[in-house]
């Protein structure tokens, strides 16, 4: 039966009073079947995410050869129904689909842009597990961002550079493409012999035969999908311990290894630093895949082996390590709110190169890249908390984002400061977080009204003068 609008509600009503024998039309315990939503909402990127569906895991088999720049690749997503469902998206904006199955059927599907539209028969009932699986066969896509800069499926002259975020996800893996709906991963990955896949998680398995050989990769954590990395070319791998326990596998092409051997060095002890200051490092692994992606041209967090595209400083390092609590452990909610990752991973760098005997963080805010700027400068004049898609990665949210830590460490004192970043962190462990979440945060920690603090610092424009 359907039903909508006032006649759906009068139904539920009579329903609900009635008892359970008397199925009536529009009984609660009947199916009402509709179609997921095609979007998660967020305005910065409204293409991204579903409605309708949780998903809980993605199994990629792949396999692809550096000389032919074809994948060959089967994805299984396990995900629950939160509603009754005659149809359903996934975001994918990767090569031809041979097959596609959800459970043991085939399923009728489409193409629309980044929509890949799915009409599951028989339809599926709200809080019934379910799988997608999908075969496809090419070359995946190189995504260009609102920024210019690229992401996705990016070719090197040895291997492929899979960065994610914010949009890239899609182009290699048909998925849930929104930070609201995480997932654990697993990788199995088959390239030539002498060539190596470097996945988030934990390396679980890797075996040749026939001159191929297949690395298994397992992400056991909660994992945003623009985090999920399967880098792959020639590396010279390395593994060590941090001083806590917590192991750590790097991968730097042979050409960066004595350039980035700085930044790799101090990979214990930036972990072992920011442990003491944020809390227990969030994952069950860690570790650095330092490649040549010269068209690339930053790093990235991916969730357990951020990813360089060329032999980073060790405050580059700092920097996306410290992601590794704030950005793939506590997540954003929405894109507007990118400072809450940024912000916060600029100013772990600040502490740690103030720990490790350089500028303080005060000598950093005051610096002519930050609070040193002229009161006339255009970068006062985009905001904190909503710098808009075209300038999420700028530097707004990163120095601004950071200079707002900064100022609210002097105006609620180390002690309140301190507790509240390291609660942040426990407290949003593998969640979802929002900026009035941290504002709240704050003001309980410190017993302040911080309303006008964070108006000044996260939603005005202008270089403030009085907070
Ligand atoms: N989150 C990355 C970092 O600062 C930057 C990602 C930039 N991505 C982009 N598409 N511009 O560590
Ligand atoms: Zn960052």
């Known amino acids: 039966a359907r039903f909508g609008g006032a006649a759906l509600a009068a139904a539920l009503l009579t329903a609900t009073q009635a008892t359970a024998s008397l199925a009536a039309p529009g009984n609660p315990g009947e199916p009402r079947y509709s179609a997921g939503a095609p979007s998660l909402g967020d305005p910065y990127f409204p293409d991204q995410g579903n409605g309708g569906f949780d998903v809980r895991h993605y199994d990629v088999t792949f396999a692809y050869d550096p000389a032919t720049?074809?994948?060959?690749?089967?994805?299984?997503?396990?995900?629950?129904?939160?509603?009754?469902?005659?149809?359903?998206?996934?975001?994918?904006?990767?090569?031809?689909?041979?097959?596609?199955?959800?459970?043991?059927?085939?399923?009728?599907?489409?193409?629309?842009?980044?929509e890949l539209v799915i009409t599951p028969r028989p339809k599926l009932k709200a809080g019934e597990t379910f799988t997608v699986t999908v075969a496809y066969k090419g070359t995946p896509?190189?995504?260009?961002?609102?920024?210019?800069?690229?992401?996705?499926?990016?070719?090197?002259?040895?291997?492929?550079?899979?960065?994610?975020?914010?949009?890239?996800?899609?182009?290699?893996?048909?998925?849930?493409?929104?930070?609201?709906?995480?997932?654990?991963?697993?990788?199995r990955a088959t390239v030539p012999e002498g060539v190596t896949v470097v996945g988030n998680g934990r390396l679980t398995s890797k075996t040749t035969t026939n001159a191929?050989?297949?690395?298994?990769?397992?992400?056991?954590?909660?994992?945003?999908?623009?985090?999920?990395?399967?880098?792959?070319?020639?590396?010279?791998?390395?593994?060590?311990?941090?001083?806590?326990?917590?192991?750590?596998?790097?991968?730097?092409?042979?050409?960066?290894?004595?350039?980035?051997?700085?930044?790799?060095?101090?990979?214990?002890?930036?972990?072992?630093?920011?442990?003491?200051?944020?809390?227990?490092?969030?994952?069950?692994?860690?570790?650095?895949?330092?490649?040549?992606?010269?068209?690339?041209?930053?790093?990235?967090?991916?969730?357990?082996?951020?990813?360089?595209?060329?032999?980073?400083?060790?405050?580059t390092m700092a920097h996306e390590l410290a992601h590794q609590w704030y950005g793939d452990s506590v997540s954003l909610g929405?894109?507007?709110?990118?400072?809450?990752?940024?912000?916060?991973?600029?100013?772990?760098?600040?502490?740690?190169?103030?720990?490790?005997g350089g500028a303080t963080a005060q000598q950093t805010f005051n610096s002519s890249s930050n609070y040193g700027r002229a009161a006339t400068s255009s970068f006062?004049?985009?905001?904190?908390?909503?710098?808009?898609?075209?300038?999420?990665?700028?530097?707004?949210?990163?120095?601004?984002?950071?200079?707002?830590?900064?100022?609210?460490?002097?105006?609620?004192?180390?002690?309140?400061?301190?507790?509240?970043?390291?609660?942040?962190?426990?407290?949003?462990r593998y969640g979802t977080v929002s900026t009035a979440d941290f504002v709240s945060a704050a003001e309980k920690v410190s017993g302040l009204d911080l309303k006008a603090f964070f108006d000044v610092w996260l939603h005005q424009k202008g270089k403030p003068t009085s907070w």
């Open 69 to 114: 720049k074809i994948m060959d690749a089967t994805t299984v997503i396990t995900a629950v129904a939160t509603q009754d469902l005659d149809r359903f998206d996934l975001d994918f904006r990767g090569p031809e689909i041979t097959s596609l199955k959800v459970g043991k059927h085939p399923a009728a599907f489409r193409r629309d842009g980044q």
């Open 141 to 187: 896509p190189v995504i260009t961002d609102p920024d210019e800069s690229i992401e996705g499926w990016v070719p090197t002259d040895d291997g492929v550079f899979v960065p994610g975020e914010p949009q890239g996800a899609p182009a290699w893996l048909p998925s849930n493409d929104s930070p609201k709906d995480k997932a654990t991963f697993t990788f």
């Open 212 to 315: 191929k050989t297949t690395f298994v990769w397992e992400s056991a954590e909660p994992m945003a999908t623009y985090l999920a990395t399967v880098t792959l070319g020639n590396f010279v791998v390395a593994e060590t311990t941090t001083p806590g326990g917590v192991p750590v596998y790097t991968a730097v092409d042979p050409r960066l290894v004595t350039q980035s051997a700085g930044a790799v060095a101090r990979i214990p002890d930036i972990l072992e630093y920011f442990s003491s200051v944020f809390g227990p490092y969030p994952f069950d692994t860690a570790g650095a895949i330092i490649d040549r992606a010269p068209d690339v041209g930053y790093a990235l967090e991916s969730q357990t082996k951020p990813i360089f595209s060329s032999a980073p400083s060790v405050g």
């Open 334 to 356: 929405r894109w507007s709110d990118i400072w809450l990752n940024e912000g916060f991973a600029t100013y772990a760098t600040w502490l740690w190169t103030e720990h490790s």
């Open 380 to 428: 006062w004049q985009i905001v904190t908390a909503d710098p808009g898609p075209e300038d999420m990665f700028g530097n707004v949210p990163y120095n601004r984002g950071a200079m707002t830590l900064h100022a609210l460490r002097g105006k609620i004192g180390d002690t309140a400061f301190f507790r509240l970043v390291k609660d942040w962190a426990t407290e949003h």
